[in-house]
């Protein structure tokens, strides 16, 4: 092959040398020409493609950079950020969160704030629920489990009858954000920096014009075979597709021994692919196939069978789709001081 050059196959993946140069596209140098992936899909060629994500803490500015992967899952989420980014006002959703070593003083002011959004919610100023009551302080030698998945329910019952939790302030729609931060924090012991689950989960929002088809809604996941993507066994710097789906999937339910919502038919399994994005910076993974087998024996052995039914393929995923690699090398370090200090601002697509 010329240098340069290209040809078309269904699909294929080649790796060629072209001799040009310059910050606008994303490459590797080797030996005075630049190495781009080419990738055939469907008659078509598509170069490497980048999702550069902007770190903020006011001052300063710290970009990671994401290589996506290609497959049938990233494509479509490829899409959903390309029509998200041309909406007016394009922004980072409030309610991005993410998670950082655990320590007790994180949880106990977690937890005060948590109070003070269900103090909120309870004064009937903002919005209008039965009351909620919550201790007074986290208690560490004790079960949170409960009283999490009683907080997770208010609010999945409240966003079902109430559609629309964006307007104006929310404190419901605030402390559902924290639960989400605490049940990370608990996953691993107090000071195991080592196992601590680090992750980043956030989406973009805007202003959605109105079109005749709304092309700017998530697609529908119609074809089941796309959750054979969901069991990926996730590594560090992982790129995975977010969730973003209000209320638990069964492996949710696994997660928090929530055995009352699976009776009560408010499982939430993801059916459909937005633009949102977990970053996640895993301790050791347990192989999801294990997970998978724990789970259903979890639902056996509850006599749970008749409220979930088992053979539907979304009730049998326990990961997220893989979407893209991060570049470069960091420490759980230098992704924990990032996380702690600084919010996602800005993103781009590199291709």
């Known amino acids: 092959?010329?240098?340069?050059?290209?040809?078309?196959?269904?699909?294929?993946?080649?790796?060629?040398?072209?001799?040009?140069?310059?910050?606008?596209?994303?490459?590797?140098?080797?030996?005075?020409?630049?190495?781009?992936?080419?990738?055939?899909?469907?008659?078509?060629?598509?170069?490497?493609?980048?999702?550069?994500?902007?770190?903020?803490?006011?001052?300063?500015?710290?970009?990671?950079?994401?290589?996506?992967?290609?497959?049938?899952?990233s494509r479509i989420w490829l899409d959903q950020v390309r029509l998200s980014l041309t909406m007016p006002n394009c922004h980072i959703a409030s309610n991005q969160f993410a998670t950082t070593f655990t320590s007790v003083e994180k949880i106990e002011v977690l937890w005060a704030t948590m109070q003070r959004l269900v103090d909120e919610v309870n004064s009937g100023q903002f919005i209008k629920v039965p009351f909620i009551d919550i201790p007074?302080?986290?208690?560490?030698?004790?079960?949170?489990?409960?009283?999490?998945?009683?907080?997770?329910?208010?609010?999945?019952?409240?966003?079902?009858?109430?559609?629309?939790?964006?307007?104006?302030?929310?404190?419901?729609?605030?402390?559902?954000?924290?639960?989400?931060?605490?049940?990370?924090l608990i996953l691993t012991r107090v000071d195991d920096h080592k196992n601590a689950w680090l992750m980043c989960v956030f989406h973009l929002a805007g202003d959605r014009p109105i079109v005749k088809e709304d092309v700017f809604n998530e697609v529908p996941i119609d074809d089941h075979e796309l959750y054979k993507y969901w069991n990926y066994d996730h590594a560090f710097?992982?790129?995975?597709?977010?969730?973003?789906?209000?209320?638990?999937?069964?492996?949710?339910?696994?997660?928090?021994?929530?055995?009352?919502?699976?009776?009560?038919?408010?499982?939430?399994?993801?059916?459909?692919?937005?633009?949102?994005?977990a970053l996640v910076f895993p301790s050791p993974w347990v192989p999801n196939a294990s997970i998978i087998k724990q789970l259903q024996n979890w639902v056996s052995d509850n006599d749970l069978s008749q409220y979930i039914d088992m053979t539907q393929p979304y009730n049998n995923v326990v990961g997220s789709p893989y979407l893209g690699s991060l570049v470069g090398n960091y420490t759980r370090e230098d992704i924990n001081s990032l996380l702690a200090q600084c919010k996602v601002s800005t993103v781009r697509l590199l291709e």
């Not at 489990?145 to 605030?174: A, M, T």
């Not at 069964?250 to 939430?268: F, P, Q, S, Y």
Request: glycine residues 6%; proline residues 5%.
């Open 136 to 184: 007074a302080k986290f208690d560490p030698t004790i079960d949170s489990r409960p009283i999490l998945n009683y907080l997770h329910y208010q609010f999945h019952k409240f966003q079902e009858e109430i559609k629309d939790l964006n307007v104006g302030y929310n404190p419901l729609h605030q402390l559902n954000i924290k639960i989400h931060t605490l049940e990370s």
């Open 1 to 73: 092959m010329e240098r340069g050059a290209s040809f078309c196959a269904e699909n294929a993946v080649f790796r060629v040398p072209f001799p040009f140069s310059g910050n606008n596209r994303p490459s590797a140098r080797i030996a005075g020409a630049t190495i781009v992936r080419l990738i055939i899909w469907k008659g078509k060629i598509m170069l490497d493609k980048f999702y550069e994500i902007d770190f903020s803490d006011g001052v300063r500015t710290q970009t990671l950079r994401y290589k996506i992967e290609n497959n049938p899952v």
């Open 237 to 277: 710097g992982d790129l995975l597709l977010g969730y973003h789906t209000v209320g638990k999937n069964i492996h949710h339910c696994w997660l928090a021994n929530d055995i009352e919502l699976i009776k009560t038919g408010m499982v939430r399994p993801q059916r459909t692919i937005s633009n949102e994005v």
